[in-house]
C-alpha cells in the first residue's frame, strides 16, 4: 500500500510540476485521439513545413514524464514543429513520443546527442529516425473508378490529400488507389475517416489500410549493402553402375540457373555454358567421365583424395614421357576414386 501511494503522490507530483510549467511558458497542448500534441506548426515558427526524415521517435520514456521534461530536452537541438506524446486512458504516457524538426539535419543532431540520454537513474531513453507513413491505400474500389473524379473526392472528405494513383490486378478486388498525404498525422487521421465515409456516402465497403508498398521501399532504401553470405551447393555423386549412362548423369546432377549474358559480362563469366543442360561436359568416354568426377568433387573430401591418388601415381610413372605420364595417372587415379565411392 505505501508503494502504491508513493507511486500516486509522483504521478500528482508529475503533473502538478507540468501545469505549472505550461502557464509560465503559455505553451498549449492539445489532445488528440490518444495522444498529446505541442504545435504542428508552433504559434511562432518562422520557415517552411518540414519534410521527410524530419522527425525521430523517442521511446523508453519514463510513464510520469511529461512534455514539461521532454520538449526543453529537443528543443535544446532545435526549433521544435510539433511533438507527440502518446497517452493512455489513466493519464500516464505509453512510453514513446515523437518530435519534428524543420530540417532533417537537425533530426539527425537529435539522435546523435540524445540516444540513450539519461533521464532519470538507470533509465535511458531511445532516439532514432521515425519511419513516418504518409501513404494509405484504399482496396476494392469500383473498376470504373477515375483519378482525377477521385482525387477531387478525397479532398473534400479528409484534409491535406497531395496525390492520388490508381492500380489494379490480378489479385486486387476492383481497384486500389494510393493516396499520398502531406504528413503522417493527416494520414493516421484519414485513416480512420475514409471507410466509415465511404460507407455512409456511396454505400461502398472498401478496405482502408498503410500502403505496404511503401515499407518496401523504406527497407530497400536502407538495406545493408553488406555483401550476402554465398552458402556453398551440394555434390551430388552418381552411382558407378550409372556413371557410363550419359542420361543417368544428367538426372543426378544439378541443372544450373540461367544466367543473364549482362551479368556474365560484368563478373567475368562466359557467356554461354559448357552443356546445355549440364555443368559438365557429358560422354560415355573415360576422359570426360574422369574429368566430371573431378569437376564434381572439387571442394569436397573426394578432391583430396583424387590428389592423394594423383600423387601416387605420379610417383610410380617418373622416367615416361610427360603426355603419358598425364594420361595414364589421370586414368588410375579417376579410377581408384570411383572404387572409393
Not at 546527442?113 to 469500383?142: A, D, F, H, M
Request: hydrophobic content about 35%; proline content about 8%.
Amino acid at each position: 500500500m505505501e508503494d502504491m501511494r508513493t507511486q500516486c503522490q509522483v504521478s500528482i507530483q508529475q503533473v502538478q510540476a507540468l501545469e505549472a510549467w505550461l502557464k509560465t511558458t503559455n505553451i498549449k497542448l492539445t489532445q488528440v485521439n490518444g495522444q498529446r500534441k505541442y504545435g504542428g506548426p508552433p504559434e511562432v515558427w518562422d520557415g517552411p513545413t518540414p519534410g521527410e526524415r524530419c522527425e525521430v521517435f523517442i521511446g523508453h520514456i519514463p510513464r510520469d514524464t511529461y512534455e514539461d521534461v521532454l520538449i526543453p530536452l529537443f528543443s535544446s537541438v532545435g526549433p521544435l514543429w510539433e511533438f507527440r506524446l502518446m497517452m493512455n486512458f489513466s493519464g500516464q504516457n505509453r512510453g514513446f513520443a515523437y518530435a519534428k524538426y524543420g530540417t532533417p539535419a537537425l533530426a539527425s543532431e537529435a539522435i546523435s546527442k540524445l540516444n540513450g540520454y539519461t533521464l532519470e537513474p538507470n533509465w535511458n531513453i531511445c532516439v532514432r529516425q521515425s519511419t513516418e507513413k504518409r501513404c494509405l491505400c484504399i482496396q476494392n474500389l469500383p473498376p470504373t473508378s477515375d483519378q482525377e473524379v477521385l482525387m477531387q473526392v478525397l479532398q473534400r472528405l479528409v484534409d491535406c490529400v497531395e496525390r492520388v494513383s490508381l492500380k489494379a490486378g490480378s489479385r486486387i478486388k476492383g481497384v486500389s488507389a494510393v493516396v499520398a498525404f502531406s504528413s503522417h498525422y493527416t494520414a493516421s487521421m484519414a485513416k480512420k475517416e475514409l471507410e466509415s465515409e465511404f460507407r455512409k456516402r456511396f454505400s461502398l465497403e472498401v478496405t482502408v489500410i498503410w500502403d505496404p508498398e511503401e515499407n518496401l521501399k523504406r527497407k530497400l532504401t536502407w538495406v545493408s549493402r553488406k555483401a550476402p553470405r554465398i552458402l556453398p551447393q551440394p555434390c551430388f555423386m552418381p552411382d558407378r553402375q550409372h556413371m557410363t549412362q550419359p542420361s543417368a548423369l544428367r538426372q543426378h546432377l544439378p541443372v544450373p540457373p540461367r544466367v543473364s549474358q549482362g551479368f556474365c559480362r560484368a563478373v567475368g563469366e562466359p557467356l554461354f555454358p559448357r552443356h546445355p543442360q549440364s555443368p559438365f561436359p557429358l560422354s560415355s568416354s573415360p576422359n570426360s567421365q574422369q574429368h566430371m568426377v573431378c569437376a564434381a568433387s572439387t571442394g569436397t573430401l573426394s578432391s583430396l583424395r583424387f590428389h592423394n591418388l594423383w600423387d601416387q601415381h605420379n610417383l610410380q610413372m617418373e622416367g615416361r614421357p610427360a603426355r603419358i605420364q598425364h594420361k595414364q595417372a589421370q586414368m588410375a587415379a579417376a579410377q581408384q576414386l570411383l572404387e572409393i565411392f
